[in-house]
């Protein structure tokens, strides 16, 4: 098959518009997006300080190397990554490994964070003594490890990976739950909150499947390495209602990310009226006494 726009042959075809692209129009018809989401949620005043935070995985990756290429040049935009080791054996030195090799291509500082160092324990001995599954934990000590790690480095913002696919998924499922306040805090941040780093998210409008192709097309270090507890996540049974609505209406993941993005101004609204407390043990930002970070803590401790 050949590219629409011109006489190369296509290495994808885009079914929500119907398109056959080459590797050149795929480039452009991607990045001309993700600078758009850049335009959309990154507005330049003063030099600034940007973390991504870096898995080593397709989508993480992707991330780092569309930030550096798309801002990397600018003199007011310094880019540094962060990498979170959960403690994960057979896993996370292969995305650690990729990492390393990417940052080092492009020649961005690279800092590594261990669930070991900073929290005393890693998810492989949490898998065997929490109470829940392990993905609940280390959703929360990632996210609160890259925000502090984030807040030491003085930077301004966070870029995380989370595609198209991931993003429909959170928003699904917290709607299943009926999880207002969660969804009030989904990225991408437009207001600045004390003690919170906003996180950009330009891969937000990019289905997973883009992403693994521009990957490959563009020779991305990553890892195809899979977290062994990941199948266990409920997260799996909406990825696969979302993906077979897509499946039968081509353009479904779209229609609700923006009918999400059309409710967000109620939410913020809503999320403005709350109190923020700091924890009474680390200090982070809390909507109760003590964070879930450390409400954790204290359970796999008892």
Known sequence: MKCSFCERDAIIHIRYNGTHLCKEHFNRFLEKRVRLEFRNQLKIENPIKIVVALSGGKDSSVALYLTKKILGKRRDVKIEAVTIDEGISGYRSLTLEAA???????????????????FGVTIDEISKNGQLLPCSYCGVFRRKSINDVSIELNADYVVTGLNL??????VIMNM???????LE???PHFKKKDGMIPRLQPLRKIPEREVLTYAIVNN???????????????RNEFREAV?????????????????????????????????????????????????KSCSMLMDLKT
Do not use: M
Not at 165 to 170: A, F, K, L
Not at 246 to 266: C, Q, V
């Open 185 to 187: 805090r989904l990225g």
């Open 176 to 182: 299943a739950r009926g999880d207002l306040d969660r």
């Open 165 to 170: 696919d991931d993003s429909v998924q959170t």
């Open 243 to 291: 993906d077979k609505w897509e499946e039968r209406t081509p353009g479904t993941k779209f229609a609700i990310l923006n009918s999400f993005d059309e409710i967000r101004d109620l939410l913020y609204y809503r999320d403005e009226k709350k109190e923020i407390k700091r924890c009474k043990i680390c200090g982070a930002p809390s909507a109760g006494e003590i964070c």
């Open 100 to 118: 390393k090799k990417l940052t080092d291509e492009l020649k961005v500082k690279h800092e590594i964070i261990s669930f070991r160092d900073k």
């Open 220 to 234: 991305i270090p990553f890892s195809h390495a899979e977290c062994p507890y990941a199948i266990d996540a409920i």
